[in-house]
């Protein structure tokens, strides 16, 4: 139960977060005597909510896309190396620079501008984020979430328009 796992002097802090309680206890039941010290720690500690029960507000999205953003550059340049180094033992192929301009320009115009947008705006917008994230960690008066939000949004509109820009060159 929710009163057992958090005093109740703190409940007010978890009720702008919360839209419903689904909490449970512990794999041991309340009702049960706890015999040893580790089911009493067991009975004890607190149960985390589940991530549904959160109010999903645009800045969290923000941080998981960073998040993602950055696993992503990271993974491909992982498997443009991995795939550099070993398509050639494995198929006799080559991933050079000819090879990849030819691929390239076989392709429809509007297959290569639909590619360089899905590649341009996960950087442009992981790297105008981290901009945005150094900034805060510099400047105090950040705590409003009137200009959080705001913030995020234009990130979001900032990202976009210099991928396009990007996709233009």
Not at 32 to 45: D, M, V
Not at 59 to 78: P, V
């Amino acid at each position: 139960m929710l009163t057992k796992t958090v005093p109740r002097t703190h409940l007010h802090c978890l009720r702008p977060l919360i839209l419903h309680a689904t909490f449970t206890h512990s794999a041991i039941n309340a009702n049960q005597k706890a015999k040893t010290p580790l089911e009493q720690q067991r009975l004890r500690r607190p149960v985390s909510p589940h991530l549904t029960i959160y109010k999903w507000e645009y800045q969290s999205l923000a941080s998981i896309l960073q998040r993602f953003s950055g696993m992503a550059f990271s993974g491909g340049l992982y498997a443009f190396a991995t795939a550099y180094l070993l398509l050639p033992a494995a198929c006799g192929s080559t991933v050079d620079t000819d090879s990849l301009v030819n691929m390239v320009a076989g392709l429809p115009e509007s297959v290569k501008t639909g590619a360089k947008f899905l590649v341009a705006w996960p950087f442009t917008y992981h790297a105008v984020n981290g901009v945005k994230q150094l900034a805060w960690d510099q400047v105090i008066g950040m705590r409003d979430k009137k200009m959080i939000r705001l913030v995020a949004r234009g990130v979001a509109g900032v990202s976009f328009v210099g991928a396009l820009v990007l996709v233009v060159l």
